[in-house]
Protein backbone atom coordinates (compact mmCIF):
# COMPACT_ATOMS: atom_id res chain seq x y z
CA UNK A 1 0.00 0.00 0.00
CA UNK A 2 1.35 3.45 -1.28
CA UNK A 3 1.48 5.61 1.90
CA UNK A 4 2.88 9.41 1.73
CA UNK A 5 2.83 11.34 5.56
CA UNK A 6 3.76 14.89 5.41
CA UNK A 7 4.91 16.42 8.76
CA UNK A 8 7.05 19.72 9.94
CA UNK A 9 3.87 22.06 9.42
CA UNK A 10 2.52 24.83 12.18
CA UNK A 11 2.90 28.55 12.81
CA UNK A 12 5.24 30.78 12.03
CA UNK A 13 5.68 34.19 12.00
CA UNK A 14 6.22 35.95 8.32
CA UNK A 15 9.79 35.92 7.44
CA UNK A 16 10.25 32.29 9.37
CA UNK A 17 11.29 29.35 8.41
CA UNK A 18 9.80 25.36 8.20
CA UNK A 19 10.65 22.29 6.27
CA UNK A 20 8.05 19.71 5.81
CA UNK A 21 9.09 16.42 5.40
CA UNK A 22 7.16 13.51 3.34
CA UNK A 23 8.14 9.96 4.54
CA UNK A 24 6.95 7.56 1.45
CA UNK A 25 6.26 4.19 1.66
CA UNK A 26 4.96 1.13 -0.44
CA UNK A 27 6.82 1.25 -3.56
CA UNK A 28 10.45 1.93 -5.09
CA UNK A 29 10.46 5.51 -3.96
CA UNK A 30 13.45 6.68 -6.42
CA UNK A 31 11.72 5.63 -9.13
CA UNK A 32 9.73 7.98 -9.14
CA UNK A 33 9.94 12.18 -9.10
CA UNK A 34 7.74 13.99 -6.65
CA UNK A 35 6.15 17.36 -6.21
CA UNK A 36 4.52 19.33 -3.90
CA UNK A 37 1.37 21.16 -3.77
CA UNK A 38 -0.72 23.66 -1.93
CA UNK A 39 -4.28 24.61 -1.48
CA UNK A 40 -4.64 27.96 0.02
CA UNK A 41 -8.01 28.51 2.39
CA UNK A 42 -10.84 29.17 -0.54
CA UNK A 43 -8.56 28.06 -2.78
CA UNK A 44 -7.87 25.65 -5.54
CA UNK A 45 -4.62 23.26 -5.50
CA UNK A 46 -1.68 25.16 -6.34
CA UNK A 47 1.91 23.28 -7.56
CA UNK A 48 4.67 24.07 -6.09
CA UNK A 49 7.76 22.15 -6.38
CA UNK A 50 8.83 18.97 -8.35
CA UNK A 51 11.88 16.98 -8.01
CA UNK A 52 13.42 14.14 -10.69
CA UNK A 53 13.40 10.73 -9.15
CA UNK A 54 17.49 11.52 -8.42
CA UNK A 55 17.09 14.73 -7.45
CA UNK A 56 19.10 16.01 -10.05
CA UNK A 57 16.40 18.37 -11.79
CA UNK A 58 14.10 20.65 -9.16
CA UNK A 59 11.45 22.95 -10.82
CA UNK A 60 9.50 25.54 -8.78
CA UNK A 61 6.59 27.95 -9.13
CA UNK A 62 7.50 31.37 -9.85
CA UNK A 63 6.57 32.70 -6.79
CA UNK A 64 8.69 29.88 -4.79
CA UNK A 65 11.85 30.71 -6.23
CA UNK A 66 14.43 31.72 -4.14
CA UNK A 67 12.64 31.20 -1.22
CA UNK A 68 11.72 27.37 -1.18
CA UNK A 69 14.04 24.25 -1.63
CA UNK A 70 12.55 20.85 -2.80
CA UNK A 71 14.92 17.76 -1.56
CA UNK A 72 15.22 13.89 -1.42
CA UNK A 73 17.19 11.46 0.47
CA UNK A 74 16.16 8.25 -1.25
CA UNK A 75 17.69 6.16 1.07
CA UNK A 76 15.58 7.45 3.47
CA UNK A 77 12.42 7.74 1.12
CA UNK A 78 11.77 10.90 2.26
CA UNK A 79 10.81 13.89 0.38
CA UNK A 80 11.66 17.72 1.84
CA UNK A 81 10.62 20.99 1.46
CA UNK A 82 12.28 23.71 2.74
CA UNK A 83 10.48 27.09 2.83
CA UNK A 84 11.94 30.32 3.84
CA UNK A 85 11.25 33.95 3.74
CA UNK A 86 7.87 32.95 4.43
CA UNK A 87 4.68 34.87 3.57
CA UNK A 88 0.90 35.14 4.43
CA UNK A 89 0.01 34.11 1.29
CA UNK A 90 2.05 31.18 2.21
CA UNK A 91 -1.10 29.84 4.43
CA UNK A 92 -2.16 26.76 3.31
CA UNK A 93 -2.34 23.00 3.33
CA UNK A 94 0.58 21.31 1.97
CA UNK A 95 0.24 17.93 0.14
CA UNK A 96 3.58 15.72 -1.29
CA UNK A 97 2.19 13.56 -4.24
CA UNK A 98 3.45 10.83 -6.22
CA UNK A 99 4.65 11.36 -10.17
CA UNK A 100 3.58 8.76 -12.61
CA UNK A 101 6.92 8.95 -13.63
CA UNK A 102 10.68 9.27 -13.33
CA UNK A 103 10.71 13.15 -14.65
CA UNK A 104 8.04 15.95 -14.20
CA UNK A 105 7.38 18.41 -16.90
CA UNK A 106 3.63 19.66 -18.01
CA UNK A 107 0.67 17.96 -17.80
CA UNK A 108 2.34 15.68 -15.15
CA UNK A 109 -0.05 13.36 -13.97
CA UNK A 110 -0.17 12.28 -10.05
CA UNK A 111 -1.28 9.01 -8.81
CA UNK A 112 -0.81 8.88 -5.06
CA UNK A 113 -1.13 11.90 -2.46
CA UNK A 114 -0.48 12.75 0.96
CA UNK A 115 -2.97 13.68 3.92
CA UNK A 116 -1.22 17.29 3.63
CA UNK A 117 0.29 19.19 6.46
CA UNK A 118 -1.04 22.44 7.78
CA UNK A 119 1.08 25.63 7.24
CA UNK A 120 0.03 29.20 8.86
CA UNK A 121 2.13 32.24 8.51
CA UNK A 122 0.88 34.88 10.86
CA UNK A 123 2.19 37.16 13.44
Known amino acids: EVQLVESGGGLVQPGGSLRLSCAASGFTFDDYAMSWVRQAPGKGLEWVSA????????YYAESMKGRFTISRDNAKNTLYLQMNSLKSEDTAVYYCAKVRTTGWGPGTEYDYWGQGTQVTVSS
Open 51 to 58: ISWNGGST
